[in-house]
């Protein structure tokens, strides 16, 4: 089945879903950028930021959707993440999820897209 062939709900909801992607990947950007700044010309900016990420929040959880960051938690390979570098390492190594490349999205009814990781040894 196309897009096309979808019913228009689906495609509403894909097309959310994408820009959500890309709001969030844009946010983080845009974090990084601010932290080279100094202290009084940033607070501005991250106010802004926080600004956005809460309408980003309530409009998706208006629809039923949420992001789902999972950085800094222990990687378990049933996660709704695919990890990019998990060939470095071994099968008995403990890992953490060390950056998100991309977040999971949740619906109401579950899964709606698997998100990205990057992972790294956690300390023993």
């Given at each position: 089945?196309?897009?096309d062939?979808?019913n228009?709900?689906?495609?509403?909801?894909?097309?959310?879903?994408?820009?959500?992607?890309?709001?969030?990947?844009?946010?983080?950007?845009?974090?990084?950028?601010?932290s080279?700044?100094?202290?009084?010309?940033?607070?501005?900016?991250?106010?802004?930021?926080r600004?956005?990420?809460?309408?980003?929040?309530e409009?998706?959880d208006?629809?039923?959707?949420?992001?789902?960051?999972?950085?800094?938690?222990?990687?378990?390979?049933?996660?709704?993440?695919?990890?990019?570098?998990?060939?470095?390492?071994g099968?008995?190594?403990?890992?953490?999820?060390?950056?998100?490349?991309?977040?999971?999205?949740?619906?109401t009814?579950?899964?709606?897209?698997?998100?990205?990781?990057?992972?790294?040894?956690?300390?023993?």
């Amino acid at each position: 089945m196309t897009i096309d062939e979808r019913n228009p709900y689906d495609r509403l909801e894909q097309s959310l879903i994408e820009i959500a992607v890309e709001s969030w990947r844009f946010s983080r950007l845009f974090a990084r950028v601010v932290s080279k700044l100094d202290a009084g010309e940033a607070g501005r900016y991250v106010n802004q930021l926080r600004y956005f990420q809460k309408k980003l929040e309530e409009t998706l959880d208006e629809t039923g959707l949420k992001l789902v960051n999972v950085e800094g938690e222990l990687f378990d390979p049933g996660m709704a993440a695919s990890a990019l570098n998990i060939g470095d390492f071994g099968p008995d190594d403990t890992l953490l999820v060390d950056q998100m490349m991309a977040p999971i999205i949740m619906g109401t009814e579950g899964l709606k897209k698997q998100g990205t990781v990057m992972l790294r040894k956690a300390n023993p």
